[in-house]
Nanobody
């Protein structure tokens, strides 16, 4: 089990960029798959991107695929989500999640993502038009 802290959200104008951070508090993501998800008001939570501790293994869902990049630092204790070209429809609470029992990012970002073990508290992103 790992404790997660998501940060980096805020208010941005349409077309702008934000970089979200997911920190493993007092631990690392070594052996974990980590993902970013979002939930807009009145909508279901959806996957955005997932990455394994093997940094070259990443998966992007179709929701923001061409506008985001997921990465992990060398210390394996922070995962970033760089978001570009933000739109008002991207307004949502963004969550990171992690699980040490999953091997593949495409599984973590797949239909069973709700089963990921550890979830952060979420960071709010608001995109103004």
């Amino acid at each position: 089990e790992v404790q997660l802290q998501a940060s980096g959200g805020g208010l941005v104008q349409a077309g702008g960029s934000l970089r979200l951070s997911c920190a493993a508090l007092g631990s690392t993501f070594d052996g974990y798959v980590v993902g970013w998800f979002r939930q807009a008001p009145g909508k279901e939570r959806e996957p955005i991107a997932c990455i394994s501790h093997r940094d070259d293994d990443k998966y992007y869902s179709s929701s923001m695929k061409d506008r985001v990049t997921i990465s992990m630092n060398n210390a394996k204790n922070t995962v970033w989500l760089q978001m570009n070209g933000l739109k008002p429809d991207d307004t949502a609470t963004y969550y990171c999640a992690a699980d040490g029992g999953w091997n593949w990012p495409d599984d973590a970002c797949g239909a069973e993502y709700r089963l990921l073990e550890d979830w952060g508290q979420g960071t709010l992103v608001t995109v103004s038009s």
